[in-house]
């Protein structure tokens, strides 16, 4: 999974989601180069829950199903 800034440039490559105990780990790297490993708590999880309306849940379900648009620029 890649994410990227307001001008297509990768920010984050994630290449693995994984469950450490009560936490869920994110491993990728930054900018292409850089290693890092990010933990998200349960308190965390929650509180990026509270961030989502009706609206913003039912496009990411539907964004799991939407086609490609276009390539981000490299």
Known sequence: MKLYGNDNSELMNVSTIERNGDELVLKGKIFGA???????RPEE??????????????????????????????
């Open 34 to 40: 850089m290693p890092m490993t990010a933990k998200v």
């Open 45 to 74: 999880a929650r509180a990026a829950l509270k961030l989502l309306n009706f609206k913003t849940i039912i496009f990411l379900i539907t964004l799991l199903f939407r086609p490609t648009v276009g390539k981000a620029k490299k």
